[in-house]
């Protein structure tokens, strides 16, 4: 977050995809701290994109996805 600003990176979107929903981590290192570096080092805007959360599509690809690949388990 510190470096982009430097390299001419003035406005930035962040998400991170790795996550099925928002926690501590995501919330308080990126969106709080991450927000705070990159304005710090001269960024305009910054944006954080939550995660999917309880979003009742996200929940209905998530239980489809579930039904096709665990084969019956459940």
């Not at 979003?55 to 665990?70: E, H, K, P, V, Y």
Request: aromatic fraction near 10%.
């Amino acid at each position: 977050f510190e470096q982009l600003p430097k390299q001419g990176t003035t406005k930035l979107d962040v998400f991170c995809p790795g996550f099925l929903a928002d926690c501590l981590e995501t919330l308080d290192e990126i969106a709080i701290m991450g927000r705070e570096q990159f304005h710090a080092a001269g960024g305009k805007e910054y944006r954080y994109i939550p995660c999917l959360n309880e979003s009742a599509d996200w929940i209905a690809a998530l239980a489809q996805l579930s039904r096709a690949n665990l084969q019956g388990w459940i």
